[in-house]
């Protein structure tokens, strides 16, 4: 079955940098879309990015933009997350999630595999 774990949180000063990485197993993912949700305490989950599977295209919240930069590395059937520039706001549980098409995973929130999380605290 398929496994997606992620890693790289931890606690960071505002103005700092992290990377995520969601590494999947049980299925080569090269073709899947990949993406990043995020879940504050209280707070429904929120869309972060996503990825198609040859690394093509690329959407990300309006929050994140110009700071996290998505990416992948099928060889190694892993996507990542890089966090520049954090800010308080961005304290969350991370999730990686996995998805057969862009519509439903970018549009509709929607996705068949989820990682379960890795937690990024942003100090001020």
């Known amino acids: 079955q398929v496994q997606l774990v992620e890693s790289g949180g931890g606690l960071v000063q505002a103005g700092g940098s992290l990377r995520l990485s969601c590494a999947a197993s049980g299925r080569t993912l090269s073709t899947y879309v990949m993406g990043w949700f995020r879940q504050a305490p209280g707070m429904e989950r929120e869309f972060v990015t996503a990825i198609t599977g040859n690394g093509g295209r690329t959407e990300y919240a309006e929050s994140v933009k110009g700071r996290f930069t998505v990416s992948r590395d099928n060889a190694k059937n892993t996507v990542y997350l890089q966090m520049n520039n954090l800010k308080p706001e961005d304290t969350a549980v991370y999730y990686c999630?996995?998805?057969?098409?862009?519509?439903?995973?970018?549009?509709?929130?929607?996705?068949?595999?989820w990682g379960q999380g890795t937690q990024v605290t942003v100090s001020s």
């Open positions: 999630a996995a998805h057969r098409t862009w519509f439903r995973l970018v549009t509709l929130r929607q996705s068949d595999y």
